[in-house]
């Protein structure tokens, strides 16, 4: 293999390994890190790149013919809502991804942020810091998960293994999902609910679909309405699925909590109406940052990086 150039963005934030790297440069492929993922930067830094790696960069048809040599663009995660693939392989540029990433460690987000909503955990770590001793008046109502019922937006891998752990609680669980079949569901010993039921019954609900432009802006505030007075909203999918203006009046209100990894801008402005309440946790879209689920996405996709650059089919293309 010819030397090429592979770009790696946002390596402020998710640098790679000294042996990742080493991968790259022993199979002829020069790396080049970049901070962030400005497009200009992109360009200034990789109009040589036969390979992009990204997190968080938009990438575009504008963007893609700009970079005239690039072959393959590695989404370093799940999702890829981000990249026009479409437009990317009008271009002859593969499109590869990490499906399953970081499921573990998303479920396991997902059960904290439940966990420290329904024992409003943050209030009483803030009032203790303070000098505070809060008793029952202050943190009523609090209730036991065992018995409640989760609602599941979406059941793709992380809302399967959301079930698992939900289940161990002693919870009950319901999803939507019109993608999945009811017998997919029944084997999770979860059962299939249309939306209504699902906004209707859910004591809390957990977001885990994608961002289409269906489910873009799906849970507004006729959505929020019909939950539960007291119901915990979880998003640890994509933040544009939830109108944040509607969630803030119904977190403010006392309706619902919130427990939120992203949102529809990164970083979350510090004067958000969701900032100032204390019925909302939010975290820096941080559920994958597990030393163990970084290490794998890396790896996998510097293999499929060199696997298209060698003339080889990927092993995890983005859908057509």
Avoid at 52 to 71: G, I, T
Avoid at 113 to 131: E, N, P, Q, T
Avoid at 186 to 204: G, H, M, Q, Y
Wanted: with cysteine.
């Amino acid at each position: 293999m010819a030397d090429r150039v592979a770009l790696l963005t946002d390596s402020d934030r998710f640098p790679f390994a000294a042996s990742e790297l080493e991968a790259l440069s022993n199979a002829g492929v020069h790396p080049v890190a970049l901070d962030g993922h400005d497009a200009e930067d992109i360009v200034a830094a990789g109009a040589d790149a036969a390979a992009l790696v990204v997190y968080h960069a938009h990438v575009d048809a504008p963007l893609l013919d700009r970079l005239n040599r690039c072959r393959v663009v590695a989404r370093c995660g799940a999702g890829y809502d981000n990249i026009d693939a479409q437009a990317a392989r009008a271009r002859g540029v593969e499109v590869v991804y990490v499906p399953d990433y970081g499921t573990d460690d998303v479920a396991d987000h997902t059960l904290a942020l439940i966990l420290a909503c329904a024992r409003k955990l943050l209030v009483c770590d803030r009032s203790v810091r303070r000098g505070q001793w809060p008793g029952y008046p202050e943190l009523a109502p609090m209730h036991r998960l065992r018995g409640s019922l989760l609602g599941l937006l979406g059941f793709g891998r992380i809302a399967a293994a959301v079930a698992e752990r939900a289940q161990a609680f002693g919870m009950n669980v319901i999803a939507h999902d019109p993608y999945v079949t009811d017998d997919e569901m029944a084997l999770k010993n979860v059962t299939p609910v249309s939306f209504d039921e699902l906004l209707r019954c859910a004591d809390i609900l957990s977001i885990h679909a994608p961002l289409t432009p269906d489910t873009r802006g799906l849970i507004g505030d006729a959505e929020l309405s019909r939950l539960r007075p007291g119901a915990i909203l979880v998003n640890t999918s994509r933040g544009a699925i939830v109108d944040e203006v509607a969630l803030a009046a119904a977190v403010q209100t006392g309706r619902v909590a919130a427990g939120l990894d992203v949102f529809s801008e990164s970083p979350l402005d510090p004067a958000h109406a969701l900032v100032a309440h204390d019925g909302a946790v939010l975290t820096p879209h941080s559920a994958a940052f597990t030393e163990e689920a970084l290490t794998e996405v890396r790896v996998r996709v510097i293999d499929d990086v060199l696997r298209v650059l060698s003339g080889e089919p990927a092993l995890h293309p983005v859908p057509a």
